[in-house]
C-alpha cells in the first residue's frame, strides 16, 4: 500500500470525472442510436442500439477518454474511438449470452438481445456491432482531420488485434470450449487476459495511439490496462459468487453451475481478493513513467476495487 | 448482345487468367492457414481455417486483384486486401448456415462449421473471421509500404461499410427475418443488393482504391460490381431450383422449403435468367469509361452467365 500512498489523487474528484465522462459516452451513444440512418433493416437496428444503450458502466470508452486526453487530445474527437471501445464489448455480450454460449437471459439489468428479439437477429446484432465498431470509428476520425491517418490506422489496428482470434474471440473460446482448458491453475489467467484484459488494454491505448503518446508512454499504459483489466476479471469472478443480480445486472452463481475454472474456484475468495490487490498496484506501477495529468487513471483501480468491499 | 460483341475478349484466355488466380488466393490462404501462429487457442484456429481453406471459387479477391492489377498494383502487394475479402465473406457463410439461421449441414460441398466444430465455436471462428479480415489486412498492407494510409484507410472503410449493418449484416437480416421483408416484388432486389452485391462492388472497388484509381474509375468500377453481384445473386436463386448439390457445393431446394421471395419465385426462372442477362448487360456498361487493360473483368460476366446454361 506504501506505493499508492506515494501517488497522490483525490478519489472523490476522481469518482466525479469518471461519472461525468460515463453520462458523457451514454449521451454521444444515445445521439447516435437517435440518428435513424438509411439504408438499414429497422429491426437489425432496434436490436443494435438496445443492447449499445443497455447501459454498463462504459469502462472502456472512458478509460480511452481519460489517456488520450492526457496526451492532449479532446474528448469530442476521441469519442468516436471511445464509443468503438465500448461497440466491441457490446457486440461480444450478445454473443457470449446466445443459447450455444452462456445461454443467460439477463444483462446489464434486462433482457438480453435474444430474448427480446430472437436468436437469429441477435447474432446478426452483434456481428453488426463488431464492423460498425470499426467502420465508424474509421469514418467519424477520418473526418475530423485532427488525426493522422497512420494514428487512426494504428489506433484501430490495435483495437482489432484485441477483438479478434489474437483477442477476445480467442477469450470467449478459451471460456467456453472444454476442449481447449489449459492447466487449472493457469487457467483463469489465460481467460482473464484474453478476455478481458486484452479489450481494457487496447481501449486505454487506442486514446494514447490517437493523441500522439510516445511509444514508451504507450507500452506503459498498455501494461496499465493489462494489470487493470486482470484485476477487472478477478472482481467479476468474485462477483459471480458473492454479488446479487441487482447488483451485477446478470445472473449470479453461472461460473459454478458451468464448472469453469475461474480465481475463485482455484483460489477461493479471500486468496482472489488478494489477487486483485497485487494487479491493481502492478497497474499503478505501470503508470509510475508517465509524466502527464494521470491522476483519474491513478485512482481508477482503486475505485475498481471498491466495488468488492 | 451487340454492345458485348463490340467489346473484344478472349472467353478463353479470361477464364484461364481467373481459374490462375483463383489457384494464386487458394496458394496465398494455404499459406497464412499453415502458418500456426501463437496467441490463438488451437481448436478456434482448426475451426477458422476450416472453412476458410474449403474453397469455393473465390470470386471476391479474384475480382480485388484484377480491378487492383488494371489499375496499376503487383498481385502480391494486393493479396492481403484480397484475402479479407473472402474472410469476410465466409464468416457470413459460417453464420449464415448456422442453425437459428438458414440451420444448413452442406457449404462449398463440405460439412458445415458448426456440424464439424459446434455451434458455439462456428459462431466464435465467424466473428473471428469477420474481425481478423481487417487486422490482417491492416497489419500486412502497412507493412509494405506500396501503399499510402490515406488508401488503406479508404479500402478498408469501403469493405468495413459493405460488411457490416449497411452491408451484408442487413442483407441477411432482409433474407431471414420474416419481420423484415419489404413488398414482394421489390425484396429479391433489396436482399440481391445488400446481402450479395455491396460485398462484390465492395472488392472490386478496393483492388482500384489501394491502386490509386481516379474517382470517376472507383465509381464505374463500384457500379460493374453492384450488376455483377445483383446478376450473381439471381443465378444463384436459379441454381438453387436448378441445380443439384453435388454442382452448388451447398443444399439446394432451401429457398422454397423456408418460403423465401426470391427472383424465381416472384418473376419464374425464364424471366428470372432475362434479369440475369440484364444485369450482366449494365455491368459491362459501366466498364466502358474505363481505358484501362480490363478484358477478363469484360469477360467475367459471361463467364458467370455460362454456370447457368
Not at 453520462?23 to 442510436?33: A, N, P, Q, W
Not at 470450449?177 to 481501449?203: C, F, M, N
Request: hydrophobic residues 40%; glycine residues 8%.
Amino acid at each position: 500500500m506504501t506505493r499508492m500512498n506515494d501517488m497522490s489523487f483525490d478519489l472523490k474528484q476522481a469518482e466525479e470525472k469518471i461519472n461525468k465522462l460515463s453520462h458523457l459516452v451514454d449521451k454521444s451513444i444515445g445521439d447516435l442510436c437517435n440518428s435513424s440512418p438509411e439504408g438499414i433493416p429497422q429491426r437489425l437496428w432496434e436490436s443494435m442500439t438496445y443492447s449499445l444503450k443497455a447501459g454498463g458502466k462504459r469502462v472502456r470508452p472512458v478509460l480511452c477518454l481519460l489517456t488520450g486526453e492526457a496526451c492532449g487530445a479532446s474528448f469530442q474527437d476521441l469519442m468516436p474511438m471511445a464509443i468503438a471501445c465500448e461497440m466491441v464489448h457490446t457486440a461480444s455480450l450478445i454473443h457470449d449470452d446466445l443459447p450455444p454460449m452462456d445461454n443467460d437471459s439477463l444483462r446489464r439489468g434486462k433482457p438480453t438481445n435474444h430474448v427480446v428479439f430472437g436468436e437469429s437477429l441477435a447474432l446478426l446484432a452483434g456481428d453488426a456491432l463488431f464492423l460498425w465498431a470499426f467502420d465508424h470509428a474509421l469514418r467519424e476520425l477520418s473526418k475530423i482531420g485532427t488525426f493522422t491517418a497512420c494514428s487512426i490506422l494504428e489506433a484501430l489496428g490495435s483495437l482489432l488485434k484485441a477483438s479478434g482470434p489474437f483477442g477476445i474471440c480467442g477469450g470467449q473460446v478459451l471460456d467456453t470450449d472444454p476442449e481447449s482448458y489449459g492447466q487449472e491453475d493457469k487457467h483463469p489467467w489465460e481467460v482473464a487476459r484474453s478476455k478481458t484484459a486484452v479489450l481494457i488494454s487496447s481501449s486505454v491505448a487506442a486514446g494514447a495511439i490517437l493523441a500522439g503518446a510516445t511509444f514508451e508512454e504507450r507500452s506503459a499504459f498498455a501494461d496499465y490496462g493489462d494489470h487493470l483489466g486482470t484485476a477487472f476479471q478477478i472482481v467479476d469472478d468474485i462477483l459471480d459468487v458473492t454479488g446479487r443480480s441487482s447488483e451485477i445486472g446478470k445472473t449470479p452463481g453461472k461460473d459454478q453451475v458451468q464448472g469453469k475454472a475461474t480465481f475463485v474456484s482455484v483460489y477461493g475468495l479471500e486468496k482472489a481478493a488478494e489477487l486483485a490487490s497485487g494487479e491493481t498496484c502492478r497497474a499503478l506501477e505501470a503508470l509510475a513513467l508517465i509524466e502527464r495529468d494521470i491522476s483519474v487513471l491513478r485512482a481508477f483501480p482503486e475505485i475498481l476495487r471498491q466495488r468488492v468491499r
